[in-house]
Structures are given as C-alpha cells and as structure tokens.
C-alpha cells in the first residue's frame, strides 16, 4: 500500500524503461521510505482543507480558527525561541544516498518522498531534475516545506544507468504532458539542478503549449566554458587504482560550504558548523558514499551527458518563452554560473534572478537556502493559469518571518517605535489593542520619505496582533517594462514575501472581499519621494479613489499618522535638486520609462510620478511615532455613499484625520524624555536590551 501513489503515477506517465535499448513499458515500486499512499494524502488534504456553510463558516471552525491563531501570535511573539522547521541536514541527505545506491538498478524512474504527502488537492505538480549526483535527492532539505504547496515527485537516475539525454528530456516529457492532461489549467513546475536545468529547458522548448514554470539552479548551459570539461579525457586515461581519490576531485571543483566539508574530510578535520551535526563516523564515510555514487565510469558518463545537455539546451534556448526562475550560487567552482545566468536573463524572456553570493554549487543542500521562500518571494508560486496575488499568496511560516525580523532588528531598535491605537470609546492607548482584529479593514495613511516607517510597523502588527498588513504596493515592485538602471527586483522579495500587492482596482477588490487588512498611501511615489519642506505634507488625489470600494465590503477605515522621519535624516539632495542637472534629469526620465506609470489622468502634484533617489543625510537616530485613529464604519452605508458628495465628504474626513493624528505626535513627541537616542541606550542598559521604553504621558 505504501508504494501505491508511486505506482498509479508511473502506470498514468507511461514511464518508459529507456535503460540500453530497451523500450518496455515498465512500472517500478518503491520502498516505503520513498513513497506516501494515496489515503495518506486523502487524509491530509480533508483536515486541511476549510469548508464553508450557506456563505458562513460553522461555529466549529470559527473556534478552531481563533485557538490556532492565538497559538501562532505566540509563536511569532516568541521568536528568539524560533527553530528552523523539520529541515533535513546533510548528513540525512548521505545516509538517504547510501540506501538508494544499495539497491540501485534498473531505468530512471519517479519516487514522492514520504514527507511531501500533505499537501491540498490543487497544489501544482512539482518535478525534480537532480544534477551530476543523479540520486534525485537534492532536494531534501526542502522536501517538508515543497510538500505542502506542490504535488512533488523526483527523478531519480541509477548509478549504472546509461540513458541518453535525448531520452531523459522524452521521459520527462511524458510525464509533463500526463500531469497536463490529469490537471489541466494548472501550471506543472520543473525544478532542475545542473543537468537537470538543461532537461527543463529542452522541455520547455519542445512543449510550448503547456503552461510550465521553470526553476533553474546553476544550469550546466555553461559547460562548454568550465574546466569539468578538461576531466574527461583524464578519466579516460585513469586507472581503477586510482577510484578512491575521485571525491578529492570534487572537492576541487565545488563551492562553499559543501567545498569546505569535503575538503575537510580529505584532511581530516570536522568543520561541524559547516555540515550540520556529523559524526566523525559520518564524516569518514562521506567519501565512500561520494565513491559509490560517483564511480569512474559514472563520473565520465555524466561528464558526457553534460557536454550533449549544454549543446541541446543552448541549440534550443530560443524557443524557450515559459517563466524561469535562475538561482545561481556566487561561488561555484563547477561552472561559471554568474556570467552565465546574465545570459541566460537576456536570452529568456521571462526569467528572473536570484543570487546566492555566499553558496557554492550545491545549492540546495546549503544552510542559508530556502527554495520555497525564493518561490514565494519571487511571486512565482501560483496554482492557475495567471497569478492571483491574493489566492495564490502564502503568509509566511514563522521561521520565514524570524529571518524578516533580524533582518530589520537594527532599524527597530534603532528607532524604537512609539505605536497608540484608539479604543472604541476613544480613549487612545499605548499598543495596538485599538486595532480592529476582524477584516476588512484598510488603513490609509502619511507616507514617510522611503517608506522609512514600513518595517517597525509590519513586523509589531505582526508581531502582537498576529495581523498581516498586505500593502497596495507600487508596479515597480513586481515587473519592468523594460530592464535598465532599475534596483532589481529581488530587493523587494521580501515585502511580496510579507504580503504586498501591486496596485489596482482588481486586487484592491480581492483583498477586501477576502476580509484582509489591507495598507494604502493614497500619496504613492509623490508623497514617499516628496522633497525638501514637504515632511508630513499629504499629497492626496482630489477626489476619493477608496471609499466606495470600502463601503461595498462595509470596511472599517483606519486613518493613521506616523513621524519621525526629520529625527533619523535630514533631506540635502531632493527631485528639484537633481533636475537641475542635465545627466541627472537623464538618469530619471529613463527610470521611470522603466517601470508602469500611474495616475497619468491626474491634476496637480499627485501626477508627478518621477521615480529618483534622494539624497539623505543621516543623523544619529531619533524616535518613530504611529498614531491609529479611531477606526471609521462603512457598514451599512454602500447606498449611502454612493452618492458622490457624500462619498467625497468621507474622504475628506479621513484625509483629516489623518492630518489630526500627524499634529498630535509632532506635538506629544517633544515631551518625550526618551525621544534621542542616548536617553533609550542609557535605559535599556540598565532594563534590558527587549524592555520597552516609556514615552510620553497619554
């Protein structure tokens, strides 16, 4: 019963045996270890899936619902004691390893790891195209996590298997064009590793009509250029004798930490913090397993194979138009990946970057790497045709937001946030207890200079309420109309990881009508790139671009003032600065032309949407203050303010508020003992560096 789901998905393929020249049809069972039931998966997918009763959910649920949520509020509090979740370490990957090459033989054939049986009923299929190793066990460090968004399944290739590489892209051809046919509209990933890059491509390339996305780590389309090739007529010319010596020649052509790891073992040393928790045992035995697992006559076959993958890859690669995420490792020794990804991006139309300086060419066996993190930070995870930024988006697992956290630890503590929120008697209180838990709510609000106040805000919200703000973000965030001087994309994964959405009435529309508390700056670019003088000035639409939309969901509004800005940089080089400037001026109007111009039908300043850097000059850092106003109810007046005048008459109101809750901080602020930095040092050293500093009296 074990190897059920493996044998239904082989028969379904038409997994061919493609071993010598045989062309049998032939299903293989798995063990145990490698495989989950189909009732195993029935299992998971009913306690996970939610259901819903005449519009409503049942009273069981909602119960259900509020203890897991309070359970995570304190997990994300608690996040000094934060663990990475149920990873895998390398020694688990070599003792896996040793099992398979035991008992291996036979064709290249398809295994589910056991811990990739929980995932929903329309998670994507996933499939895994290993690298030189071949075990298909590459990614085992990652097998908890892809198995609860992805249907994953592996390529595994037996030592002794000769399958050609035009074989090994028809075999996995198949088994894409089955996956098509049982889910179709659903997108089906290819994950590949080195060789397996290539084999997604040729797939890619040979199957246009099939919605796939493609995951590329250090694909070998560089192997023409890298010394491996000088390998091959030396293990042409190498004596048998001489086999125990090949995991010396991989540790001189791998990369850091895995490079260190072997290379350690070849000396005799233990590096632990490099490889995980290894015993000396493990640590003698890792060149054997590396032996059995690259004999020889194996290593020069799969040196072969990656000479012909890399020309039919490259021979191909214009007919490649599907998405492509390229993960590339900073030091592989293997091959050039650096140079070749930039290729790469020009070559794929829609392929995207993501660069790992500190990884070798192991790339996801190394500590620092989360393939699903990257997946998602990247908005490249989606479960239909189009992505959904609001259905297809997955909140971030704790340990995800642990890293987001320490990440932005220095700019909290540095600028130790005041936050007070309105009760509903008015009474206004330090924390965030003002806040509504249940959405729809929209908080609309004063955009500091380079959206300075975002992160301390996020993260306490998410930290104390267990609320996810999914801001209405700027398109430049998302996508280029063009590559050019624009920061890459990657440097804003992590607020696509933390929620954000790019703006548009659609989305805008979703994000309400699924309850979310949602964060607008109705002032956008202008008001985040607004220039010398202007601090604390709003630079609003005329009319209300909000307030209908939020009255159709009876949304509570939130109107909110932040300051502190002037206390942490001073603004010396602005927008009218830099337009003097002809190279400068240049430099701008070919920033802009980059990215997807907004509110172009505008009047006034609002229209100008001129993205620019300022200049700013730091000072030793002040004070953030948040002040949440009294939340506003639209509930029950959809007619009401479909009139526009009264429509208009609320936006005004908040815009007010918003302006009323600026004056109350710049005013409460200069009571504050603890408003400079010195004063909130000398307090923490005597309380403790996590106690909270007292500020002004309410």
């Not at 207890?433 to 929209?442: C, K």
Request: proline share 6%.
């Amino acid at each position: 019963m074990a190897a059920t789901r493996a044998c239904q998905f082989l028969a379904g393929s038409s997994v061919m045996s493609t071993s010598g020249n045989s062309g049998r049809d032939r299903g293989v069972s798995l063990s145990r270890r490698m495989a989950v039931s189909t009732e195993q998966i029935s299992s998971a997918a009913t306690t996970t899936t939610s259901f819903v009763e005449n519009g409503r959910l049942s009273e069981k649920k909602t119960k259900r619902r509020k203890e897991e949520s309070e359970l995570i509020s304190n997990v994300y509090w608690n996040l000094d004691e934060m663990t990475e979740e149920n990873r895998k370490k390398l020694k688990d990957y070599f003792e896996e390893c040793k099992d398979l090459i035991r008992s291996d033989g036979g064709p290249p054939r398809w295994f589910s790891p056991l811990e990739c049986g929980s995932h929903t009923p329309d998670s994507p299929l996933l499939l895994f195209l290993p690298g030189i190793d071949g075990t298909g066990l590459g990614l085992i460090r990652h097998h908890h996590k892809l198995g609860k968004i992805f249907d994953m399944w592996c390529l595994h290739i037996p030592v002794k298997d000769r399958t050609s590489f035009a074989d090994l892209v028809k075999l996995v051809e198949r088994t894409v064009r089955s996956g098509c046919e049982r889910s179709p509209g659903r997108p089906i990933y290819l994950v590949g590793e080195s060789l397996g890059g290539c084999i997604a491509l040729d797939v890619a390339a040979r199957n246009p009509d099939i919605d796939l996305v493609l995951i590329l780590a250090n694909p070998a389309t560089s192997f023409n250029r890298s010394q491996l090739q000088s390998l091959i007529p030396l293990l042409e010319l190498m004596p048998d004798q001489l086999l125990l010596n090949l995991p010396y020649m991989l540790d001189l052509v791998s990369g850091d930490p895995l490079r260190m790891a072997w290379e350690n073992v070849v000396k005799g040393l233990l590096p632990l913090q490099n490889v995980g928790v290894l015993s000396s045992q493990d640590l003698l035995g890792m060149p054997q397993v590396l032996a059995d697992m690259l004999p020889r006559e194996t290593l020069l076959w799969k040196l072969q194979l990656l000479k012909s993958a890399s020309a039919s890859a490259n021979s191909h690669l214009h007919a490649v138009k599907v998405q492509a995420l390229i993960l590339c490792s900073g030091k592989d020794q293997l091959l050039p990946s650096q140079e070749e990804v930039q290729r790469l991006r020009r070559m794929l139309p829609k392929s995207e970057i993501r660069l790992f300086e500190e990884s070798g060419h192991f790339l996801f066996l190394e500590d620092d790497v989360d393939l699903v993190t990257s997946i998602k930070g990247a908005s490249f995870y989606r479960r239909g045709k189009y992505l959904d930024y609001v259905s297809d988006y997955i909140p971030p697992t704790p340990y995800e937001f642990k890293k987001i956290y320490e990440s932005n630890r220095w700019v909290v503590a540095a600028t130790s946030p005041v936050m007070l929120s309105t009760l509903e008697d008015g009474e206004v209180v330090r924390g965030l207890a003002g806040i509504p838990s249940e959405g729809p709510v929209l908080y609309v609000g004063y955009h500091m200079l380079l959206g300075f106040e975002l992160a301390p805000m996020v993260i306490q919200f998410f930290m104390e309420r267990n609320i996810l703000l999914r801001g209405i973000a700027h398109p430049m965030m998302f996508f280029r109309l063009r590559e050019g001087n624009m920061v890459d994309l990657a440097a804003f994964d992590t607020f696509r990881l933390m929620g954000a959405v790019p703006v548009s009435g659609p989305n805008f529309y979703k994000l309400l009508s699924s309850k979310s508390h949602v964060l607008l700056y109705p002032g956008g670019v202008r008001e985040a790139l607004h220039r010398k003088g202007e601090e604390y000035k709003l630079f609003w639409p005329e009319r209300s671009e909000f307030v209908r939309m939020a009255s159709r969901f009876g949304t509570k509004i939130v109107p909110f003032g932040v300051v502190g800005e002037d206390d942490v940089g001073e603004l010396v080089f602005d927008y009218n600065d830099q337009m003097h400037i002809p190279p400068l001026r240049s430099f701008i109007k070919e920033l802009t032309e980059e990215s997807v111009q907004l509110r172009t039908d505008a009047n006034g300043e609002v229209s100008n949407q001129d993205v620019h850097l300022p200049g700013v000059l730091p000072k030793l850092p002040g004070r953030f203050y948040y002040y949440f106003g009294k939340p506003i109810e639209t509930e029950g007046r959809k007619q009401e303010l479909r009139n526009s005048e009264i429509s208009q008459e609320l936006y005004l109101h908040v815009k007010s508020e918003v302006e009323r809750c600026m004056a109350y901080l710049k005013e409460k602020r200069e009571k504050d003992p603890y408003r400079n930095l010195l004063p909130r040092l000398l307090y923490r050293a005597t309380h403790g560096f996590t106690a909270e500093v007292p500020t002004f009296e309410l």
